[in-house]
């Protein structure tokens, strides 16, 4: 609602209210007073006050109704960058160098795309930053990503032989089923990290940090395990036949139960026995032929995991001798922990 503008009072009340120094900046005030009082008794003046607010509710009413126009238009040029990406990405393919895929993989991992199946052989890609990025059956062989921010990421059944991710933070990463066959991994950040069933053999994780990782089922033939933090690491029917591990581990806090190694063919010694006995006491066992670890393998799933592993005991063992499958479960019985 309008209302009338307050009459000003005359010249001579308003003059006489103030100092005379004053009175040439308060005509000023009082002029422009009349003036705006003489415009409001115009009707046209009103009817454009009435215009000027009917067309603040018309601009509304446009803005509201033209906002499925503009999320579209929004969600258009996201899809033209995701595209664009994905070209970068795409066209960099088999060849070596960065080509501008870091910068193009990690805008789609910031805007939460997934990025299964990716093919990032070969490439110079120290440093990504990828964290809980969606990297499943990505094929990733011989990449170099020294260093790379992988927290969280599922990398679940990757392909990264021969990739280099030495120093990578790979805090929580599913790594289930994947493939790192000669991979480095030297002083990488794996802790509470997934890497059931991968393919380990000839990895280099020296220094690595696995504490409370999950190694069940898989195959660290020939690894480099020296000096890594294994506190409460699950190796549950992992396969270590030759793999090499320092004094400086000795895979103190791993869970050991069903753990294949292989004992070296050369005399005992106190240090050797000692260890020899800590693990299977702790349900490692020895079994150096492929036949007799798949009959324990089929032997251990077929009892379950509350019977733990169990401990193989015999001359033969304890001299570095092959031992037949048959020696190894005479009573099926499990191995007391010390």
Avoid at 46 to 70: D, E, H, Q, T
Wanted: glycine share 10%; charged share 25%; net charge positive.
């Amino acid at each position: 609602m309008l209302h009338a503008q307050k009459r000003p009072q005359p010249w001579s009340v308003t003059r006489a209210r103030w100092k005379a120094w004053q009175r040439p900046f308060i005509a000023f005030e009082w002029l422009t007073e009349w003036v705006v009082y003489g415009l409001d008794r115009w009707a046209f003046v009103k009817l454009l006050n009435v215009l000027g607010s009917f067309s603040l509710i018309v601009a509304a009413v446009a803005y509201c109704r033209g906002g499925p126009a503009r999320r579209q238009a929004q969600e258009d040029a996201v899809k033209a960058k995701h595209y664009q990406a994905w070209q970068v990405i795409n066209t960099a393919q088999g060849r070596g160098g960065n080509g501008g895929r870091r910068d193009a993989l990690k805008e789609l991992n910031d805007d939460g795309v997934e990025l299964n199946g990716v093919n990032i052989v070969g490439a110079w890609l120290p440093g990504l930053a990828l964290p809980m990025g969606k990297l499943r059956v990505a094929i990733a062989d011989s990449a170099r990503l020294e260093g790379a921010d992988l927290r969280g990421a599922d990398l679940s059944k990757a392909q990264l032989a021969r990739a280099r991710l030495d120093t990578a933070d790979l805090r929580g990463a599913i790594l289930t089923g994947a493939r790192l066959e000669r991979a480095n991994l030297s002083g990488a950040d794996l802790s509470f990290a997934d890497l059931a069933f991968a393919d380990l053999r000839g990895a280099q994780l020296s220094r690595a940090n696995l504490s409370h990782a999950s190694l069940e089922g898989a195959d660290l033939r020939g690894a480099e395990l020296n000096r890594v933090k294994w506190d409460s690491t699950s190796l549950l029917q992992a396969d270590l036949r030759d793999a090499e591990i320092s004094h400086e581990s000795v895979l103190r806090g791993a869970f050991l139960d069903g753990a294949n190694f292989t004992l070296p063919r050369r005399g005992g010694s106190p240090a050797r026995d000692s260890l020899i006995a800590r693990f299977g006491r702790n349900g490692a066992v020895f079994l150096s032929e492929d036949s007799a670890w798949s009959r324990f393998l089929g032997e251990f799933s077929s009892m379950g995991r509350e019977s733990h592993a169990y401990t193989v005991w015999s001359e033969k063992r304890d001299s570095g001798v092959d031992i037949d499958i048959d020696s190894a479960f005479p009573r099926r019985r499990t191995a007391s922990r010390q």
